[in-house]
């Protein structure tokens, strides 16, 4: 099956800096990926889509200045999270469609803490 | 997007069967029933879609109602691996996101 990874597998960072999170996929290409956040014991929550080359598209209260998403190539999409704050501490997950658009394959997930 | 309904817990025993429903009276035609699980820390892992005939595959079969509004899947014997958060999720072709529901929480006990 198709396989997407994810970098780092968790991380730690202190309040106002920066984080960035790859996802690629590793043997497909991805024209789309997705990228969700979950927090605990909680469902899985959509933040944007994200098409190769062109702009994310962000869902309703997601801060867009916040959460830069750059999917420059088929096969990755980051994630920056912009001068964190605890209340970004999450699991924060991505997923990639393969050519046919039928499935989403998802990448194993990262921890972000906030200090 | 077509909202699903599914129990919020289950349990079963080792290596017996496992039925879990789901409920999906608003399904268009063009809507597929996707499944996917998800053990604790890790993303969704993949189980199987289906569109109106049942399917089956290495991981688990899946029976959908004549009139599609309903779909279970099932897990012919349970192991102490399969206990997950079992989302049933509907997406037409070619669809964009998925929206995940509060899923089943599967417990399997020895």
Redesign the interface.
């Given at each position: 099956g198709a396989v997407v990874s994810q970098h780092p597998s968790r991380v730690i960072c202190k309040s106002g800096t920066s984080v960035k999170i790859e996802c690629r996929s590793l043997d497909f290409q991805a024209t789309t990926m997705f990228w969700y956040r979950q927090f605990p014991k909680k469902s899985l929550m959509l933040m944007a889509t994200s098409n190769e080359g062109s702009k994310a598209t962000y869902e309703q209260g997601v801060e867009k200045d916040k959460f830069l998403i750059n999917h420059a190539s088929l096969t990755l999409s980051t994630l920056t999270v912009t001068s964190a704050h605890p209340e970004d501490s999450s699991f924060y997950i991505c997923s990639a469609r393969d050519s046919q658009g039928y499935e989403q394959y998802f990448g194993p997930g990262t921890r972000l803490t906030v200090t | 997007d077509a909202k699903t309904t599914q129990p919020n817990s289950m349990e079963s025993n080792e290596e017996e069967p496992v039925h879990l429903p789901c409920n999906h009276s608003t399904i268009s035609g063009t809507d597929?029933i996707?499944w996917?699980r998800q053990l604790p820390?890790?993303?969704?892992?993949?189980v199987i879609?289906g569109l109106t005939s049942n399917v089956n595959n290495r991981m688990a079969s899946l029976a959908i109602a004549e009139d599609r509004k309903s779909s279970t899947l099932i897990l012919h014997r349970a192991t102490l691996r399969d206990a997950a958060v079992y989302?049933c999720i509907l997406s037409p072709?070619?669809?964009?996101?998925?929206?995940?529901?509060?899923?089943t929480r599967l417990s399997v006990l020895p």
């Open positions: - | 597929y996707h996917y820390s890790q993303g969704p892992e993949y879609h989302y072709i070619y669809g964009q996101n998925f929206v995940f529901g509060p899923g």
